[in-house]
């Protein structure tokens, strides 16, 4: 997968969990990265460095880890929780919380 989708998903994950205490794990140590990974995908900032892009497809091997899905092309964070979802036993409440889409989080 090309580090643009990457960084896009590891976008799209910081939007849906950043108020999320379930996600404290990913988010320790990680909020300005997540929030960089962001930025850099809408296009307010380029990252050249490469050490941080590669800390951000380290977050997206996180989630990958966390959803215990294979290293595969994925279209979006909603594409990972669907994916993720159909695989796993829905009544893990803990599942639940870390598996909402972006759509059910804006409806907070």
Same mark, same amino acid.
């Given at each position: ?14 939007? =849906? ?50 959803? =215990? ?14 994916? =993720? ?24």
């Amino acid at each position: 997968m090309k580090y643009e989708d990457k960084e896009r998903i590891v976008a799209e994950a910081w939007l =849906a969990v950043r108020n999320d205490k379930t996600w404290e794990p990913m988010l320790r140590n990680g909020t300005l990265l997540l929030s960089l990974a962001h930025s850099s995908h809408h296009g307010y900032c380029v990252i050249t460095d490469s050490s941080v892009k590669r800390d951000i497809e380290a977050k997206y091997n996180y989630l990958l880890a966390v959803f =215990a899905l294979p290293d595969e092309e994925y279209e979006s964070w909603d594409d990972l929780v669907r994916i =993720a979802s159909e695989r796993k036993d829905t009544s893990d409440t803990l599942w639940k919380a870390n598996t909402r889409s972006q759509s059910e989080r804006s409806n907070d």
